[in-house]
């Protein structure tokens, strides 16, 4: 499997300011995705990050809100703008590539927004 | 609406006892299943993909899918406090017309392992 590093690790941040998340792929992948994992509750896909183009967002996830760059086959970025308590949760990238759908992920981020 | 059901739990077992996970999901047409262990503070990692009726052993791990009653479960035999961790079940959503290589999770189950 593809050795994903995310950081940073955790952030502690202030109302209506901005976090930008990175995602590292030590090889190619074909898919990375964005998760968020809210306190006692499963992963929710936020968005599916397409190289070259804009990323597909799941329902309840705008690009205002949540925008992503994927510049190359091995990096992503989210950032979560205008953030409020409600924003506190993990956040965690996932990379898939060849048959099966396998995906494996990253190390996450925990967020707390005062 | 794709969903996967999994029984929250708390499901506590003796150690050295059979640990039986079991997970539902809602679309006909997923093709791929995958179960993930997460411990706390930690992200999850894979355990075990399954993507035909039967069963699938690795080690103490067994998958189990059938996919005329939609239902996808995980064995763990000769069970350890090491184990005690959110198990958590996720399907494929194949989409209308392409891999999307989406995956939906259910809400995990939490499996506590006493000595």
């Known amino acids: 499997s593809a050795v994903i590093s995310q950081k940073p690790s955790r952030d502690i941040c202030q109302r209506g300011t901005s976090l930008t998340i990175q995602c590292q792929v030590d090889?190619?992948?074909?898919?990375m995705f964005w998760y968020r994992q809210q306190p006692g509750q499963s992963l929710t896909l936020i968005a599916t990050a397409n190289q070259g183009s804009e990323a597909t967002y799941e329902s309840g996830f705008v690009i205002d809100k949540f925008p992503i760059s994927r510049p190359n086959l091995t990096f992503s970025t989210l950032t979560v703008s205008n953030m409020s308590p409600e924003d506190s949760s993990i956040y965690l990238c996932?990379?898939?590539?060849?048959?099966?759908?396998?995906?494996?992920f990253g190390a996450g981020t925990r967020l707390s927004v005062l | 609406q794709k969903e996967v059901e999994q029984n929250s739990g708390p499901l506590s077992v003796p150690e050295g006892a059979i640990a039986s996970l079991n997970c539902t999901y809602s679309d006909r047409v997923s093709q791929s299943f995958f179960w993930y262990r997460q411990y706390s503070g930690k992200s999850p990692e894979l355990i075990m993909s399954?993507?035909?009726?039967g069963d699938k052993e690795d080690g103490r791990f067994t998958a189990q899918l059938n996919k005329a009653s939609q239902y996808v479960s995980l064995l763990i035999r000769d069970s350890q406090p090491s184990d005690s961790a959110t198990y958590l079940c996720a399907v494929s959503w194949r989409g209308l017309s392409s891999n999307t290589g989406k995956l939906i999770f259910g809400q995990g189950t939490t499996l506590q392992v006493k000595p």
């Open positions: 996932s990379v898939a590539g060849g048959s099966g759908n396998i995906q494996y």
């Open positions: 399954i993507y035909s009726n």
């Open positions: 090889s190619q992948v074909t898919m």
